[in-house]
């Protein structure tokens, strides 16, 4: 083998022996460099007749060449099994099981929002919503409690702007005011058969929604749920109210196995007056009385304030708390559980 050849054999063998890009550059340069070996055979050249450098640098031009395309076909392969590793790398593995995405679930109070309104609606109520900032007339005045009545101060809540210097506006502090708001609303469409004695259909409601307060702690959160419920006609009666209302909370809890307690109380849009307890008969809560509601006959000067005869109209209302009805339909001790938005808690009720 001459020596031309054994140059490429050695260029062929540091080439293959190059791990890196890097490696193999700094073996290129050992031949094909600057004072690489071609180079240097160039060099000795000099000292040669013009027909012997003719055939001497043509013979080196070929190992050159040889060099270079060894050192191409190297780059190439180099570059190849790179791509190869990053491929091998970023391969997807499409046995995985996939990423999923979480399934979401209505809030355990509105899931007892919509039980109350199917229970209700099987019964013939409509579903009225009305406004969270409230008129000091909706939520005090027309339902009977006048500036100064003592009943105001239970209900310590938030004012906003609006309104008067002396009645501003208010978060509503019960759904109440969606007795009158809605009454109105009613009565003004029947007018003319109220007049004439035809008489109105019926007022059959429930308003459910937000109120607030300022209270705070385990049992009591500023913002807070209520419904309210309203049956207004020419024989409504107290009877009607019990046996709605144990109806209600029959269906409600899915249980016969309750009775219920109507306790004299106070409302000023009210007259009587009953807070609505109801007592399980078996299970964990069995023997307590639980107020669930307040209700009453609705105040002659409430109904006189819906734009209706009390001497012609007559029925009642009640309001009941759903934060409450789902601590005790699902066994939850702290009230504060529904509004921190925990998911281990909220996940429970999908
Ligand atoms: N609005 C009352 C409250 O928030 C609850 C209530 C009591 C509503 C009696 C009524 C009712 O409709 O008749 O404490």
Not at 147 to 172: C, I, Q
Not at 268 to 281: K, L
Not at 324 to 335: C, E, F, H, K, S
Request: hydrophobic share 40%.
């Amino acid at each position: 083998m001459n020596e031309l050849d054994a140059l490429v054999d050695s260029a062929r063998a540091g080439f293959a022996q190059a791990a890196t890009p890097a490696d193999l550059e700094n073996t290129k340069a050992q031949f094909l460099g600057k004072s690489g070996r071609i180079t240097e055979l160039m060099k000795g050249m000099a000292a040669l007749s013009v027909d012997e450098k003719k055939s001497r640098g043509a013979a080196i031009n070929q190992a050159k060449q040889a060099i270079e395309a060894a050192l191409t076909a190297r780059r190439q392969a180099l570059a190849d099994a790179e791509l190869e590793v990053q491929l091998k790398a970023e391969a997807l593995d499409v046995t995985l099981p996939g990423r999923q995405r979480g399934q979401g679930g209505l809030h355990p109070v509105s899931l007892t929002l919509e039980r109350i309104e199917a229970i209700f609606g099987s019964m013939g109520f409509e579903v009225a919503e009305g406004p969270e900032i409230e008129s000091d007339w909706f939520n005090f005045t027309a339902l009977n409690t006048p500036e100064d009545h003592p009943a105001r101060s239970m209900h310590d809540t938030f004012y906003v702007e609006g309104g008067s210097d002396k009645a501003p506006n208010l978060l509503r502090t019960h759904t109440s005011p969606m007795q009158i708001r809605h009454a109105v609303q009613h009565v003004k469409r029947h007018r003319a058969a109220i007049d004439n004695g035809t008489g109105m259909p019926e007022i059959r409601v429930i308003a459910p929604g937000r109120t607030y307060r300022v209270d705070s702690d385990a049992t009591h959160s500023p913002m807070f749920h209520q419904c309210e419920g309203l049956w207004i006609g020419e024989n409504v009666s107290f009877k009607d109210l019990k046996y709605v209302f144990t109806d209600f909370c029959r269906t409600f809890f899915e249980s016969e196995d309750l009775v219920l307690r109507f306790r004299p109380s106070f409302f000023p849009f009210t007259e009587p007056s009953a807070e609505i307890d109801i007592q399980f008969q078996s299970g964990p809560l069995a023997g307590r009385w639980l107020e669930v509601a307040g209700s009453g006959q609705v105040h002659p000067n409430v109904v006189r304030n819906m734009g209706l005869d009390p001497e012609r109209y007559i029925g009642f209302a009640f309001g009941m708390g759903p934060d409450r009805l789902t601590m005790l339909r699902y066994g939850v001790n702290d009230l504060r559980l529904f509004f921190d938005g925990d998911i281990r808690f909220l996940s429970q009720f999908r």
